[in-house]
């Protein structure tokens, strides 16, 4: 069973231009943290950075080779299907690893599990998660509770929100289906640092400033990183924040 990570990039992106190699205060760019998670799980064969634009080369670290896709793929109508199956033509695969950059503090046991549902064979596909419980409202109306009888908050009917960090899923079912969660998933619950994700500058200000506060945290920072848990030299920053809450 061969299993693939791809991570697509483009650097045109025009909410938030070069959004994906912009770097953290301490000089990271954003990509490295997806790269280097990856590449730190031994269950995935081959990695590949999935983009349009040569100059990506100068930003991939541990295992991860650079795969040039097609500049067709880089427009604003282009859909995730249209790019895994351009990625599909070129690389087999079994088992997919989608893995997206502006989902930078995944950690790597949250991937692991995600794998190893899939490769279970109990589950057609699996993704990272956000558990909500929360009191929503839509359309003016509360969407799930009364407010004439409050509950608690843990009381409340748990919902999901798909994190877009990590996707798993077999090469049978996006060629059957077109889709990248299949019918029976596996929902791999993450932290709220795992969940963060960076669509517009205010959320990659976000990110940086927890970036930059747990990387303080583990006593690295500047040319002084050779004690950090990550052999590629960045930091695993969603690691260090269940070390400082335990």
Not at 112 to 136: N, P
Request: contains cysteine; charged residues 25%; aromatic residues 10%.
């Amino acid at each position: 069973m061969k299993i693939v990570a791809l991570v697509p990039i483009k650097l045109n992106n025009e909410r938030f231009p070069n959004k994906n190699i912009r770097r953290f205060d301490d000089g990271t760019p954003l990509c490295q943290l997806m790269f280097n998670t990856l590449s730190n799980i031994e269950e995935i064969d081959e990695i590949y950075c999935y983009c349009s634009n040569p100059k990506i080369k100068e930003y991939l670290t541990g295992r991860v080779k650079f795969l040039q896709r097609s500049k067709s793929l880089d427009t604003s109508e282009t859909k995730a299907g249209d790019f895994i199956a351009a990625f599909l033509d070129d690389v087999q695969a079994d088992i997919v690893v989608l893995g997206q950059v502006t989902g930078p503090f995944i950690k790597a046991d949250s991937v692991k599990k995600c794998i190893s549902a899939v490769a279970s064979g109990k589950y057609d596909s699996a993704f990272s998660a956000l558990k909500l419980q929360e009191f929503l409202w839509k359309d003016d109306q509360p969407l799930n509770y009364d407010p004439t009888s409050i509950p608690r908050t843990q009381n409340l009917p748990v919902m999901y929100e798909e994190s877009n960090a990590i996707f798993v899923f077999t090469e049978k079912l996006f060629h059957q289906s077109h889709r990248r969660i299949g019918f029976n998933p596996y929902i791999c619950e993450i932290s709220k640092i795992e969940a963060i994700d960076i669509d517009y500058p205010e959320d990659f200000e976000i990110a940086n400033a927890v970036y930059m506060h747990l990387l303080r945290k583990s006593g690295g920072g500047g040319d002084n990183r050779s004690h950090l848990p990550d052999s590629c030299g960045n930091v695993y920053v969603a690691e260090i924040f269940e070390r400082e809450a335990a």
